[in-house]
């Protein structure tokens, strides 16, 4: 189930939403578990009994490192539940990583484990996440787990942000995904240079409008249900270095990597002999749990590679030119990347990246780039301005600026809007066999 | 800040958008289903049937979420907001329909899909047809973007048909060859495409007619434009269909009839029998075009009572159905062949059809379609 589809929207939500609002307090947490389990086995019923399953093992071990004292069996206890969440059928997901870092916080210390199985079990369930983050850690929303207080500015807010991320997706994410698609599909047969440009330039917004979207109605739904979760991103194009991109760009996922994986790596002393290699190691891993195979390794490791350049003395470099080349460097840098993540193989993303720096017999650009540029450059302008704060920085100036009257036609522009942008993203979850051809 | 302004603000917010939903989730419930969709011209999914097979392997869900999509209330609105914002975003093709100039929806024919070897591969067909029917005449007719270019959007790339029909002239020979691609550009400024769909009007057959007449040579009758009768002012094609956008729809007019009702017998498929070329029922609804000669048909058979002795064989796509009224009273009788549809032996079927020793033979096809597919191989070995 998705959220952008009909049954979602007009079938799981308002019936849950109803139920979860009329149930009385401690009942909401039952709801919220019963419901998450039956989003999570729409898909797959089995799905839904593995989840129950690492949920169990996971709330016994909790409770199980708590109880401990001796630090060598808690470190076995911590390396068994390692092994078994990854050995998991639910996959490398979002529960793989909660789990995780919840074992890990309760090894450290840093939390104390859940007592309460429902609460430990709307975390470990909680659906909105389930999809593609943000990664929540427990310690960033265990007091709302036992009490949530209904809030209808927090409400108002969530609603407007699961809109806004829904028109992500389906009005720019979809059709920027069709362009670059389309793009890497007609590049093994040939294409100009243009058009793999404008393919992979589509590539890099799709990807941004989709993750953040997703992120965005995972958020807002959060806040519905009266959680506050953590932001996912924060204007990653913007960067100027890959090490900033690292930190704006799925920022929670990169966190979990970061204090998991790298900083234990690295030491607390964070000597270059341990921080470089620990870097290029959690590049790798992060690739490896995004899928299994070369393509995503280099992914990972490519993003590593110039983070550990910057570490080395490019930063300080960086730091000394204009701001507009470090960030011409970094786009460009995440831009190849995109490619080595989307292309099925490596050697599909090398003859596509090859095409793009002109290497090869295909022309600069032909027929079919002209014409790609003169429909879609629209579409890429609202791209490109949509991912930079010029919006919400326009819209904060204006609130902060009117009242009176002004206030009273802000707030009806702002539900006009908002429905607008509702109704026409419900039009563009209503799929039809048009292909979207660009 | 004023903190109950924004609460009440907040509250207002919630019940409006909630408002929205519950409305079309009302509407949705009370709605009933539909078996067809007639502006996608296709069947929508109902509702699954629940087991607990499908339930555990997940087909159920899928299927489910299939129906609910398809069966969502006010599904066509939903496709027009979705062409609107398309529009909006400056999108120029949609569905692989250009949306042209001047009200015209154009198919998209990329030169990558018409490479040389299928050229090659339809041209061989067509050599092995002309050395069974020597006395052939080919006219490929050009669809409407290589003819009206100059409305096709900027830039956009489109199969340029003029080098492909040098390229069959040379290979059958001028003679043989009715080049109607000069035709019809001279008459670009007349409506000889629909704006709607992918076949030529009446007008553009009547030039190809024309051209037929001159090359065979039949003493021509000769139209006038005020001749033309409107059958059907609101026409919307099969472009139109898969497009879904906005555009100026078609009158469908055909040329009186040249002789008297009843003076033709036409056996569709060896046991349709009909008076007239047209057939009134399609003028309801969308895809009237299949209002010529009933639409597809692999054999029809047109007999005119008349002393004449001629005899003519048409191997051809549905951009003849609206020619062959214009020809029929040349001929005592014609046999109409669509390869596509024909399910026998062709050259079986021709035997002894040739009763008074002077058929002529006419190959007649859009040029794209006849690129993609001419299996006259396949029909002379069937």
Redesign the interface.
Known sequence: ?TFS???F???FL?IFLIVYFMAPGRMKNIVLFLGSLFFCG?????GALYVCIALLFNYVLGRMLCSCENNGNRRLLLIFGTVCNLLFPTGFTIFTLQALSYLGDCYGDREKPQKNLLDFAVYFTLFPQTVAGPVVRYGQIKESLRERKPD??L???G??RF?IGLSKTV?LAN?LGALWTQAATKSV?GISTLTAWIGVVALTYQMYFLLSGTADMAIGLGAVLGFRFPENFAYPYMAGSVTEFSKKCCITLVDWFRDYIYEPLAGEKKSRFRALPGILLTGLLLGLWLGRDVSFVVFGLWFAFWMVLEQLGLHKLLEHIPGIIGRGYTFFTVLVGWVLFAMDSWKEAAHYLLTMFGIGPQPLY???S??W???????LA?AMIGATPLCSLAEKRLRASVSGAG?ALY?FL??LI??VL???S???C??????L?? | MDLY???K??????V??CA???I??VA?LLQKDVLISPE?N?ILQTKPGLSGET??S?EY?ER??EY??DQ?VG?A???T??NI?AR?????????IYLAKDGYLMPRHLP?DFSLELQEASLSNLDAFLADYPQAKVMLVPTADSVLTDKL?????YFDQEAFLERAKERVGADRFIDVLPVLREHAGEEIYYRTDRHWTTLGAYYGYEAFAKSFPKPPRWYLHGELQTVKTDFRGDLYA?A?QHARPDNIMIFPRVMEADSYRITYDGYLNRRDFYEERYLEGNGSYRYFLDDTHGIVEIERESYLDGTLLVIKDSYANAMIPLLAHHYKKIYVVDLNYFNANLTEYMQNKDIYGNMDVLVLYNCTNFIRSFPYESARTQ
């Not at chain 1, 729409?42 to 089995?46: D, I």
């Not at chain 1, 209503?430 to 292909?435: A, F, I, L, Q």
């Not at chain 2, 603000?9 to 919630?14: D, G, H, P, S």
Request: hydrophobic share 50%; no cysteine; charged share 25%.
């Open positions: 189930m589809s009909i049954f929207l007009f079938r308002p729409w898909g797959s019923p089995r209808s500015l409400v108002s807010y609603l407007k809109i009005l059709n047969s032909d027929r079919e002209l014409f540029g003169s429909h879609v450059w629209m579409l609202v206030l707030r702002e539900k908002v429905a509702l109704l026409v419900i039009a563009y209503v799929k039809t066999p048009m292909m051809s660009y | 302004g924004e609460r603000n907040a509250r207002k917010t919630i409006f958008l929205i939903m519950m079309l989730l949705d996608e296709r339930l555990a997940g869900m489910y979420e609910l999509n969502f599904r609105n939903w496709i907001i979705q914002t909006a975003f400056q999108k120029k093709v949609m569905n692989d990558e959007p900027a830039f956009a790339p898969k879904k």
